[in-house]
């Protein structure tokens, strides 16, 4: 059993930054995937980056791809998403998510057994 806390959400303005960051209990964080998934008001759940069980290797929604940044620590068991040039369109509850498999298998919601609660983003123009 996983559980996974969110935190670092708030209210920032237009083409500001903020740091989201997820605390994963159990021991076996160091093997998952793990991935951040966002869902704005009335539309379905989007996938935003995943990170590999190392760190190693990191992969990116298009519409975050050069803005956003996903980094793990693997002995604090977090996950972090560095959200940089934020856009009104960015504001959404943010998910972090686990893949219990050991290997990226892709970016669709599926995937990943474990959820967290959601932080909300809210960006103002």
């Known amino acids: 059993q996983v559980q996974l806390v969110e935190s670092g959400g708030g209210l920032v303005q237009s083409g500001g930054s903020l740091r989201l960051s997820c605390a994963a209990s159990?021991?076996?964080?160091?093997?998952?995937?793990m991935g951040w998934f966002r869902q704005r008001s009335g539309k379905e759940r989007e996938f935003v980056a995943a990170i590999s069980s190392s760190g190693g290797t990191k992969w990116f929604g298009d519409s975050v791809k050069g803005r956003f940044t996903i980094s793990r620590d693997n002995v604090k068991n977090t996950v972090y998403l560095q959200l940089s040039s934020l856009k009104p369109e960015d504001a959404a509850v943010y998910y972090c998510?686990?893949?219990?498999?050991?290997?990226?298998?892709?970016?669709?919601?599926?995937?990943?057994?474990?959820w967290g609660q959601g932080t909300q983003v809210t960006v103002s123009s």
């Open positions: 159990g021991r076996t964080f160091s093997r998952y995937v």
């Open positions: 998510a686990a893949d219990t498999n050991a290997y990226y298998r892709g970016s669709y919601s599926r995937y990943y057994y474990y």
